[in-house]
């Protein structure tokens, strides 16, 4: 059965630096999510994509995030300078436009210290 | 803005119980969605509800969802160990998906 990846499933990273997550969605999936979750706390939408665009985004994904489909397969999570309250699991999910379901991956953690 | 509330946010259950969570939402939107997590874990995709009086069922597991009252709810029948879990609606407003705050599931022997 077809799946979402994402890597890393751990990435620890300085106050300020750059960093990238990656995850590549179900092939035949054209909608793409990102969204976090602050340990313990709700599931917070951050941004979908489409036909290699933004679709919605919310209002945390601000200027420091950017998102991006390199190649036919990736699609890639930025955050420019990593701030402590970036701390949180972040998922990638795709969506099915058939039966409208939502396939997330298993997450990456991102500690900011 | 769309706004998910979900109640209760934490329920203990005795095994063979039945209960109800209740998800309200602000907003008109066409498609509503429950998931499981366990700790530690990612989201497990359980239903998605895409109409007025749309009901499904999985094993122990019921969710409907009323458009007009802007309300889905998740049955829980006879519950067992197996389920305790955290439970998550969430809605769909335009590709800009609102989830509730979780509601916490123990099922007791």
């Known amino acids: 059965e077809p799946e979402v990846t994402q890597t890393p499933s751990h990435q620890v990273t300085q106050m300020g630096q750059e960093v990238i997550l990656r995850c590549v969605p179900i092939s035949n999936h054209l909608y793409f999510y990102w969204y976090r979750q602050i340990l313990g706390q709700k599931v917070e939408f951050l941004v979908s994509f489409y036909n290699n665009e933004i679709s919605e985004k919310s209002e945390i994904f601000d200027d420091q995030f950017s998102v991006e489909r390199p190649d036919g397969s990736n699609f890639t999570l930025k955050i420019r300078s990593t701030k402590l309250e970036d701390s949180a699991m972040y998922f990638c999910a795709s969506m099915n436009t058939r039966s409208y379901e939502q396939y997330f991956g298993p997450g990456t953690r991102l500690t900011v210290t | 803005e769309l706004k998910v509330e979900q109640n209760p946010l934490f329920l203990s259950m005795q095994e063979g119980k039945n209960y109800t969570i209740y998800c309200n939402y602000s907003?008109?939107?066409?498609?509503l969605y429950w998931y499981r997590q366990d700790p530690g874990k990612s989201l497990e995709s359980l239903f998605v509800?895409?109409?007025?009086?749309a009901v499904k069922q999985e094993g122990r597991l019921m969710a409907s969802l009323d458009t007009k009252a802007r309300l889905s709810t998740l049955h829980i029948t006879a519950a067992v160990h197996d389920l305790s879990a955290t439970y998550f609606c969430?809605?769909?407003?335009?590709?800009?998906?609102?989830f509730g705050a979780g509601t916490r599931l123990t099922v007791k022997p």
């Open positions: 907003t008109t939107s066409d498609r």
């Open positions: 969430a809605v769909d407003g335009n590709n800009d998906m609102r």
């Open positions: 509800l895409l109409s007025n009086g």
